[in-house]
């Protein structure tokens, strides 16, 4: 087991929330924001945003990679996208909050434990 946040985790950890809130706009808020506007405007303003999701992600792996093996780094990822995904959904698209964000959150829990148990 990793011992008690390690430095390199708290980093990794903080620089892949902010990069999965870049993500999540990216791929999302253009179903909000240009949903009158051409598809490919809506591609370019993605990707654009994008664009600091990657330069957050990317050092955000290597920094996690020093730490985590590859799986671990992806169910990481995985938890932090739906933690930052159920706020932006209720909050920012005005979703209902649903019983179905809790039963996929307690899956993500299960791989948890099977990717991180020695």
């Known amino acids: 087991m990793i011992s008690f946040f390690p430095t390199a985790t708290i980093g990794f950890i903080v620089l892949l929330i902010l990069s999965n809130i870049f993500m999540t706009f990216a791929w999302y808020a ?3 924001e240009l949903s009158s506007k051409p598809w ?11 664009f600091f999701e ?7 792996n290597r920094m996690g990679y020093s730490v ?7 169910i990481t990822q995985e938890v ?9 959904a ?3 698209m005005h979703q ?5 964000y809790l039963w996929a959150a307690l899956c993500l829990l ?8 020695t």
């Not at 209902?96 to 179905?100: A, G, Q, S, T």
């Open 30 to 32: 253009h179903l909000k």
């Open 110 to 117: 299960g791989a948890v434990y099977f990717i991180f148990r």
């Open 68 to 74: 985590f093996s590859l799986a671990q780094l992806k």
């Open 80 to 88: 932090i996208t739906l933690a930052v995904f159920i706020p932006f």
């Open 54 to 60: 990657y330069m957050l992600q990317v050092p955000a």
């Open 90 to 92: 209720v909050f920012y």
């Open 40 to 50: 490919w405007i809506a591609a370019l303003v993605s990707w654009g945003i994008a």
């Open 96 to 100: 209902p909050l649903k019983w179905d």
